[in-house]
């Protein structure tokens, strides 16, 4: 006979709960599988086509610690929002701008490095008890929000600024001129234009995509254990 | 396809209808809803314990560590005043639901 309590640690993972309160959600839900693999053999099934069905009773384990969590807890708490998607986020978000600052790896290092800031976001979510999107947010959201904002804030400005002149110039018929700004030589539309997108690229996008890719790894290895 | 809502509220009356009637425990449960409908609502552990944990949080029912028959300990649940003040209006709910979809099938089918 196996041990179902350990099966079942072993397969809801992290149950964010004190000692005790878990080991009575363990005990329950090791007594109920025992009983569904006692009534499968009765019914003529093998113990190990009994166990297997047993465990075909949770789909999907991960889904299960966390609804179990929600039902215990409560979804909506504060403090639940703040250990789930804002400390993991901000931890990501430092580990990125820290090895930045402190490591100054030259940019092709900080690129490759950014999956790893987005496994540490999602696992750091995942460990609190977070669902995959909170997952996914936590991983990759913030160091991507930060990254992508100066050249958001451009690439909105440069589109204000070109639909103004188009306003101007062809429903008005004033044109006008960003002359301050030309000379400053800023936030012209006409010379930014390909600059604004190579940074957005550079710093936002392709940052963005990989951070992503990490944050997404741990799922493919879920995908892999239930598998299995 | 049935919706989160209506399987939520499905199974909250199936679980306080059964406790109703007597304390049991989590295998008990689904067993008894599986036979009193005839199979027509099957509850995995997924889908029960979640549930179970949520009506407890919401005091409508409360569990028991208790020693079984065999000497087995098992956490047994029973309907708490507050369920049976719950069970009222969703069963309410439903018999008026289930009686405007037969005048609407009946309608439908004239």
């Not at chain 1, 901000?90 to 030259?106: D, H, Q, V």
């Not at chain 1, 995942?126 to 451009?154: C, E, H, K, N, S």
């Not at chain 1, 188009?166 to 000379?183: A, G, K, R, Y």
Request: net charge positive; aromatic share 10%; glycine share 8%.
């Amino acid at each position: 006979m196996p041990s179902w309590k350990g099966l079942i640690r072993e397969r809801l993972g992290a149950l964010d709960f004190a000692a005790e309160r878990r080991e009575e959600i363990l005990d329950e839900l090791a007594d109920h599988l025992e009983q569904v693999c006692e009534e499968r053999r009765t019914q003529g099934l093998s113990e190990f086509d009994a166990m297997r069905s047993a465990l075909d009773e949770v789909e999907d384990w991960r889904e299960l610690a966390q609804r179990i969590r929600f039902a215990k807890e409560g979804e909506g708490s504060m403090i639940n929002q703040i250990r789930r998607l804002w400390l993991p986020g901000a931890a990501s978000l430092t580990a990125s701008i820290g090895w930045l600052i402190l490591a100054e790896p030259g940019y092709w290092a900080w690129f490759i490095a950014q999956p790893l800031f987005g496994v540490l976001g999602a696992y750091l979510s995942w460990r609190a008890g977070g669902d995959r999107l909170t997952q996914l947010a936590a991983g990759f959201l913030f160091p991507a929000v930060v990254m992508g904002y100066p050249g958001i804030q451009g690439l909105a400005m440069w589109a204000t600024f070109s639909v103004g002149e188009f306003v101007q110039t062809n429903l008005l018929h004033q044109p006008i001129h960003f002359s301050p700004i030309s000379h400053a030589g800023l936030l012209d539309p006409r010379l930014m234009g390909f600059s604004r997108f190579m940074l957005l690229l550079t710093q936002f996008v392709l940052p963005s995509l990989v951070l992503l890719l990490g944050a997404a790894l741990p799922f493919f290895k879920t995908q892999k254990v239930q598998e299995t | 396809m049935i919706g989160a809502g209506i399987k939520r509220g499905t199974a909250e009356l199936a679980i306080l209808s059964v406790l109703e009637e007597e304390s049991l425990h989590g295998y008990e449960i689904a067993k008894r809803i599986e036979r009193q409908t005839k199979g027509a609502l099957h509850f995995t552990l997924a889908a029960l314990y979640p549930m179970l944990y949520r009506m407890e949080k919401n005091r409508w029912i409360q569990g028991n560590w208790e020693i079984s028959g065999n000497g087995r300990r098992r956490r047994c649940y029973r309907l708490t005043s507050q369920g049976k003040k719950k069970l009222l209006p969703i069963r309410r709910e439903w018999a008026e639901l289930f009686q405007a979809l037969r005048r609407l099938t009946k309608v439908s089918d004239a």
